[in-house]
């Protein structure tokens, strides 16, 4: 087990030694919080109670969907694992005495940490100092939000985990990566909260797994979810974990046992 | 299409054994099957007891592997933070560890760029950071494919006393792969050759010499200018390929002997000096390689002195590889 926790330190150090790229991130992430968020402000002025949300909470939404945007990576940049397969460099990971998936679920697991530690709080401070922001003021929604962030990042590693491994068959993952951007992007509810879907096609998105990077800890964060409603969430989070990664290890067995390792 | 094609062989502990073979020859495959990160279509695999495929995990806490053209190593992170990485991974005792890390930053002189990322070291460097990586957890067995490449003489020598003391000290078996030929021919005691998928050879670096029609070359220098020696007929094959001045070269094959050619020289001929040249390791291993293409093109003329076959635990089929 410690070593798992030695390779989350790990991918936090290496992410902390590109401190500019941190900076132009939390910078870009925030401007476009401003823009998302008043996009949402015209958007719930002619449409007062949207979704269940009211102005303050779509600017809310706006602003901390922005500070999730790194440690989810949803689109940002792919695990490396499908470039490392794409150039062969995967055989010196196939030969350590370690779960090959719980080794790069660690890795992000430390990145995500240094992602949302270092670059994701400055879009929310920011938007909590130029407008009124709907923060949590009990604790338990504190925790039920970070337990929720954590189950989110799981989450978005299992998708781009599969993503990165379509490599070993596709010979390059960037394809599937741009697809699975585009799907995330939708369906996440980062275009539009999934509350403001309509009928079927509202019921249909939150039931995806890309509801739970973003819409899910948004509404908790926002506390939509209380009691029941609030395991219901993090159990619906959870399930896709668990159904995502063991998929995963289904397709890492299979990778392993009939696919070429590439290169010389 | 088949990359590597009814190869069998045995290594036993503590050996150093040179790997060679063209471009594209499957030594690299053969590398990999023996990991069992590839699963071979057909024959038969063990290393150290275990099957690599199968029980791919157990054998990586007993094998180390350096492919020379990638590294295992944390590109933005001092080598020192993967080396404590492998430490937590291979669970190698903290006493251990330190004596380990210690001797190899010695032998491998490593202590300059120990703290400094991986990203910013020199080519020779990450490959002295790669070796010491793959030996730290005290493996039974190392896999070298192509620890040299790329490294300036100096690099190379310390690397190859490294190998050299690491085999003596502590028994670990080294397969090698390699295009330098020096690398084979300070280290290896046993050489394998691949071509074209198949072994075409598999025993000393010295008996490689005497596979092909190699020469040996006497240097003679007389006491002045003489037209071409008159030399005897024993051995058979002996003539003189060059003539500058004084000095005369004559080539003859590796297999005989170069006594009676040297005792009728001097009989004949007022003689200042006598050298011997070996055939070239390059040339011999050229025409190895030439005549390897040609027959597994032909078809099943391969292998040379198959050690091991003996145990048919250890050998196989197509494909078949196996180290002990
Ligand atoms: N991933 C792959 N897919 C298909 N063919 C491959 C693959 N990797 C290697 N080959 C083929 O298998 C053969 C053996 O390749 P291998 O990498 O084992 O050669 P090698 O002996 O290591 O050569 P080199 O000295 O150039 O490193 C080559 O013909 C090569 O084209
Ligand atoms: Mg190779």
Known sequence: MRVYVEVALRGFRRHATYRSAAVAGAFTNTMFG???????????????????????????????????????????????????????????????????????????LGRALFA??????????????????????????WLAFAVST????????ALRYLVALSAFWLLDDRGVHAIAGIAAMFFSGLLLPLVAFPGWLGAFARALPWAAI??????????????????????????????????????????????????? | MRAVDRISFRIDSGEVVGYIGP???????????????????????RVAGLNPVRQRVALARRIGVVFGQRTGLWWDLPLTDSFE??????????????ENLELFTELLDLGAFLHIPVRQLSL???????????????????????????????????????????????????????????????LCGRVMVIAGGRLVYDGSVDGLRGRVNA??????????????????????????????????WVAFPATASAAPLITAITARHEVVDISLREPDIDEVVRRLYLGGLRSSAAAASSVGDPSGTDDPSETGGRSATSAK
């Open chain 1, 150 to 157: 954590l189950l989110a990042v799981v989450v978005s590693f």
């Open chain 1, 116 to 141: 949302l530690g270092f670059r994701g709080v400055v879009p929310l401070a920011a938007g909590a100092l130029a407008f009124r922001l709907d923060l949590p003021t009990e604790p338990h929604v």
């Open chain 2, 85 to 98: 990485l492998l430490r937590h991974l291979h669970r190698i005792p903290s006493a251990r560890y330190r």
């Open chain 2, 124 to 186: 020779g460097q990450r490959m002295r950071g790669d070796l010491t990586a793959a030996l730290l957890h005290d493996p039974r067995i190392v896999y070298l494919d192509e620890p040299t490449i790329g490294l300036d003489v100096v690099s190379k020598a310390a690397v190859r006393s490294f190998l050299a003391e690491i085999n003596r000290e502590r028994g670990t078996t080294v397969l090698l792969t390699t295009h330098d030929l020096d690398d084979i021919e300070r």
């Open chain 1, 214 to 264: 973003i819409q899910v800890p948004a509404d908790v964060f926002l506390g939509e979810h209380t009691g029941a409603g609030l395991a219901g969430a993090l159990g619906f989070q959870a399930a896709w974990a668990v159904i995502l990664l063991a998929l995963g290890r289904l397709v890492t067995a299979a990778a392993a046992g009939k696919v070429v390792v590439h290169g010389g």
């Open chain 1, 34 to 108: 401003f823009i998302r968020a008043y996009v949402l402000i015209a958007l719930w002025q002619a449409r007062p109670q949207l979704g269940g949300y009211d102005v303050v909470d779509a600017v809310t939404f706006a602003f901390l969907t922005q500070t999730l945007i790194a440690p989810v990576a949803v689109f940002g940049a792919p695990l490396e694992l499908g470039e490392r397969v794409r150039t062969g460099d995967v055989a010196m990971d196939l030969q350590r005495p370690a779960d090959f998936q719980g080794w790069w679920l660690a890795a992000d």
């Open chain 2, 215 to 248: 020469e040996r070359t006497l240097v003679v220098d007389l006491a002045a200018p003489a037209p071409r020696l008159d030399l005897p007929a024993e051995p058979p094959g002996a003539r003189v390929i060059r003539v500058d001045g004084p000095r005369q």
């Open chain 2, 23 to 45: 471009n594209g020859a499957g030594k690299s495959t053969t590398v990999k099957m023996l990991t069992g990160i590839l699963t071979p279509s057909a024959g038969h695999i």
